[in-house]
């Protein structure tokens, strides 16, 4: 969903940040026709993994850094996405920054994650739960929360574009899921 929200195409470059294996990455490129790809991930493992499905695809680039800290020259992508990672971030208004710096003006920025407020608040019980129990886990955000963030950070046009916050999603039960964009 993130990558056709983005709308690429064959001269444009795309980072995803906090890519893991790289799926999306490699579904962006090699799909849905954006030109580069570049996954970055905190995760060694995660880079190894993702360096893996890269094989013999020339458009796609893997690096492991740090949301907060992004090895790349300002201006330098034409869209970035962020998908289910936002909440593991220590400063997520740092990583907004980065992202920003990196964007070429008027490129957007896509955020994917659980939204905290879903189904009668079931996620703020998740997300208490994997504060204790999962170290990497920071916190999750409403979809205000998020979009304040994205007006704080300075990006334009900040919006909204997608909530899902119904009991069942598919085969999983208590699906949630916000996306919200951000121009730089
Ligand atoms: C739940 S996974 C999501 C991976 C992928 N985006 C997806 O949708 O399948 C979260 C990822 O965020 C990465 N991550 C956590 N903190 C990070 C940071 N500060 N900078 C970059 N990546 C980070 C983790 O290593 C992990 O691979």
């Not at 570049?38 to 995660?46: A, I, K, P, R």
């Not at 492991?64 to 909440?87: K, Q, R, V, Y």
């Amino acid at each position: 969903m993130v990558v056709e929200y983005l709308d690429l195409g064959a001269n444009d470059r795309l980072l995803d940040v906090g890519c893991g294996t790289g799926w999306a990455v490699e579904h962006a490129t090699q799909r849905c026709g954006v030109g580069f790809g570049v996954g970055v991930d905190l995760s060694g493992g995660m880079i190894e993994k993702a360096r893996e499905r890269r094989g013999e695809h020339a458009n796609i680039d893997f690096q492991i850094a740090d949301a907060e800290n992004l090895p790349f020259d300002d201006d330098s992508f034409d869209g970035a996405m962020c998908t289910f990672s936002f909440h593991h971030y220590s400063s997520p208004l740092t990583a907004l920054g980065e992202v920003l710096r990196v964007l070429r003006p008027g490129a957007p920025f896509f955020v994917l994650d659980n939204n905290r407020r879903s189904f009668f608040g079931i996620y703020s019980l998740w997300d208490l739960y994997f504060r204790w129990f999962e170290p990497g886990h920071v916190r999750y955000l409403t979809p205000p929360e998020l979009t304040k963030m994205f007006n704080d950070a300075r990006y334009r046009d900040v919006e909204l574009v997608y909530k899902q916050d119904r009991l069942f999603h598919g085969k999983k039960v208590f699906g949630s899921a916000m996306i919200v964009k951000g121009l730089k």
